[in-house]
């Protein structure tokens, strides 16, 4: 077994100074610069309920014994930057929403969370979808996916509102019972979201006190049009028949998504002053779809949109979920400098090889080797890793998908500290 001398700079130092340096550490390394050391963040998800003998049910719902473990975690491992859970059940528990299971809620309560896709746009709804999406979505859309804002559907459609004055005789529709129930429905899930951004919020201050950095995909979130269309709407039978048998309606529709997906990123940025928009992909990794079909329904479409938000100031941080092996000649093309991407199962030696001069790399040690491998082969991996995707910067040290559950802390702890050690530039 390979011994450990490693003597962890960061001892010592005040929460403002690592701070700095963690700050200071990560920014560099998003830019393409070479920072002092290869940064590291650690995605804990549902490690922390692990670690702190709860449910994951107990972890989504009680926010500060989240906090608490967060912290915990945050302290032991002394990494650049830590996140718990993403996803924030709430407002989907609130409106009956179909296309999400939960801990504890149509899971176990340690079950992880599931997406569950379906047709909720049929074939035949491509043309009012292309006519105004935003009416479509709000009567029939919303009402098929979340039951209990199904009066809803019962409204005028929506472009009576630029009636002016006329328009008001129309709003008696609002006193009909299903609509009252619909409305006060979603004032409850308003309620419930913004108790979890704060939530959320309070979170990053804290660990900004504790001298840690935010999470670096912190921002908007958006999809690639093609996904957009897939992943809550079509469903993955109905978007690949669409390339087939209706590829005209698909492309019109992604270029409306495309529009106001980055009218939507831009006005965030300016509201919050965060230049940052995370853009979780998954239809567009290998093994989906042809590189014809890439070419012409998702990498086009995609490229527009990480374009229109850099030329906003705003950097795409990309997840390249899957594998990207045969993309990333592709992903060459982008504005150097100016986007990341976490890279979950590509070959990251052959990413860094291909667009290491074009954006900050992400990623790198599998989940695996975390839950049941040995500490020679953390460290072992790490120092290939430094040595080879961190060389020379524009390198971020993670787990290929963002989350550890199941990772066992005392690999976790020879891995922070190994990044440490061998990450030194």
Known sequence: MATNSFQDADVGK????????????IQDALQLKQPDRIPIQLGMGYML???????????HENGAK??????????????????????NPAPGLVVGDRMTKFPGHGLDPNGSFQFVEGEYMKAEDYDAFLDDPADWSIRKYWPRVFPRLEGLAVLPPLGMAAFGHYSLFNLGVFKAPPVVQALQTLAKAIEAQAAGDARAVRGV????????APP????????????????????????????????????????????????????????????VAFIPLHRGSDGFMSLPQFEKFYWPQLKAMMVGLVNAGIQPFVFYEGVWNQRLKYLAELPKGKTAGLFQSSDIFKVKEIVGDTMCIMGGMPNSLLQAGTADQVRDLTKKLCQIVGKGGGYIMSVGVGEMEGCRPDLVKVWVDATKEYGVY
């Open 66 to 87: 989240e906090l608490e473990l967060l912290e915990k975690a945050a302290l032991h491992f002394q990494p650049d930057s830590i996140m718990g859970v993403f996803n």
């Open 14 to 25: 005040s929460p403002q100074q690592l701070f700095a340096e963690r700050a200071k550490r």
């Open 49 to 59: 309920a692990e670690m702190g003998g709860i449910t994951r049910q107990e972890q």
């Open 205 to 212: 201050q804290r660990m900004i006190e504790l001298g840690f």
């Open 216 to 275: 670096t995909f912190m921002g908007s979130l958006i999809e690639a049009p093609f996904d957009f269309m897939s992943d809550t709407l079509r469903g993955m039978r109905g978007i690949f028949l669409d390339m087939h048998r209706r590829p005209e309606k698909l492309l019109a529709a992604q270029e409306k998504v495309l529009r106001f997906e980055l009218e939507f990123a831009i006005n965030w940025s300016r509201a919050t002053g965060i230049n």
